[in-house]
Structure formats: structure tokens, C-alpha cells
T-cell receptor, first 119, second 116 residues
Framework: AQKITQTQPGMFVQEKEAVTLDCTYD???????LFWYKQPSSGEMIFLIY??????QNATEGRYSLNFQKARKSANLVISASQLGDSAMYFC????????????????FGQGTILTVHP | NAGVMQNPRHLVRRRGQEARLRCSPM?????VYWYRQLPEEGLKFMVY????????ESGMPKERFSAEFPKEGPSILRIQQVVRGDSAAYFC??????????????FGQGTRLTVV
């Protein structure tokens, strides 16, 4: 079963506009973490933002915010004021906790969304 | 304060040769995770190691692949008798230990393996 689903293979946005990248997840674990990464054409994985399942507020990091809707099991990434340098592949990932409450770092990734920012 | 260091960045091997990929975790980190990214796909978990122990190798192919994280030195992902299908980017991530939060979030720059 697919645990992380990114339904948008590609997205386009005009420079300075906001864009939302979708991510839904599936888990029966009440304690989990959700991550977003950016992978530019150079290939490295750049950590953007993290949301814990028990966090009351949506995570924000500069121009990045995570629209966390727990009941719908969605964790969409919102990029405000898009810049040309935001053009990249974006991955959503989930870390589930082992039974017993301790977590470890094994991440499950979605297929990714290619974002293209137009001038 | 160096991040997760992987080397080499690019590795070319002929079919049948061995590939050795190295990962030096961030300072103070004793847990290492290896992931593989095939072209046009997301990262797939391979193995989780602590110093001198393999904790979870559920994502490792049954044959030709092995990983270690010795007491001293980097973690090594070893692929014996490489085939064209092993061509991929291999990423390493490290963490200081089991815990909550985003501590396991940081990856190395990856090793791009090409099998010719």
C-alpha cells in the first residue's frame, strides 16, 4: 500500500505567486513525523520543513509552510512568493514510530512533484 | 561543522565490479541510514545502522548488497558484482540517536553510481 502519495507529477507557478504541493499519507501509528525536501537539478536533498503528528500548529520556515490536516491525512507544502530558484523536485516523506513510542529515522518518500517557476 | 559527507560523488563501474560507497555522519551522530533513488523515483530506504550494528535492513536486496558502520571510520555500502540496474543515486542520512523531532532530517549529497 502506498504510504505517501504525491498526486501532482508537475506543477507550474508564476514568479512571486504562491503554490501548494499536495501530499497525503497513510498510517495507523498515532505518532509520526512529516518532512518536505527539495531536490534541485544538482541532486542534493535539502530539508525544508518538519511537522510532528502531535504539533498543534502548522509548521512554518520562512517562505515554506505546511498545511497539516490530520483528519484528512494531508500535509501540503505551501511556498509563498515563488522564486526562480524554487524550481526543483519536491518530496514529501513520513517517519513512523516504532511500537512502544520511540522513533527512528526511517523515512518513506513519495514520488515527488517537479515544480517549475516561470519568470 | 561539517554535515553528512559522502564520497565519492560520482562512481563509474563496469558490470561485475564492486562498488564501495562511503558515508561519514555528522559529528556526534551514531546512527546512519542509506537510501537509493532510481531515476525518476523517490528515495527508497535500504538499511539503518548504528555503530557496529545493523538495526533494520528490510530494504536491502538479498544478494550482492551489504552495509557496515564500524566503530571507527565511515559507514560503507558495498555492492558486489554490479549490474546496470544498480545505477542510481545512493544517499546517506545520519542522526544522533532515537528521538522525536527533525533530528533525522539531514542527508549527504549522494553518490551517483553508473554501471557501464
Amino acid at each position: 500500500a502506498q504510504k505517501i502519495t504525491q498526486t501532482q507529477p508537475g506543477m507550474f507557478v508564476q514568479e512571486k505567486e504562491a503554490v501548494t504541493l499536495d501530499c497525503t499519507y497513510d498510517t495507523s501509528d498515532p505518532s509520526y513525523g512529516l518532512f518536505w525536501y527539495k531536490q534541485p537539478s544538482s541532486g542534493e536533498m535539502i530539508f525544508l520543513i518538519y511537522q510532528g503528528s502531535y504539533d498543534q500548529q502548522n509548521a512554518t520556515e520562512g517562505r515554506y509552510s505546511l498545511n497539516f490536516q490530520k483528519a484528512r491525512k494531508s500535509a501540503n507544502l505551501v511556498i509563498s512568493a515563488s522564486q526562480l530558484g524554487d524550481s526543483a523536485m519536491y518530496f514529501c516523506a513520513m517517519r513512523e514510530n516504532r511500537a512502544g513510542g520511540t522513533s527512528y529515522g526511517k523515512l518513506t518518500f513519495g514520488q515527488g512533484t517537479i515544480l517549475t517557476v516561470h519568470p | 561543522n561539517a554535515g553528512v559527507m559522502q564520497n565519492p560523488r560520482h562512481l563509474v563501474r563496469r558490470r561485475g565490479q564492486e562498488a564501495r560507497l562511503r558515508c561519514s555522519p555528522m559529528k556526534g551522530h551514531s546512527h546512519v541510514y542509506w537510501y537509493r533513488q532510481l531515476p525518476e523515483e523517490g528515495l527508497k530506504f535500504m538499511v539503518y545502522l548504528q555503530k557496529e550494528n545493523i538495526i533494520d535492513e528490510s530494504g536491502m536486496p538479498k544478494e550482492r548488497f551489504s552495509a557496515e558502520f564500524p566503530k571507527e571510520g565511515p559507514s560503507i555500502l558495498r555492492i558486489q558484482q554490479v549490474v546496470r540496474g544498480d545505477s542510481a543515486a545512493y544517499f546517506c542520512a545520519s542522526s544522533p540517536g532515537v528521538g522525536q523531532g527533525a533530528t533525522e532530517a539531514f542527508f549527504g549529497q549522494g553518490t551517483r553510481l553508473t554501471v557501464v
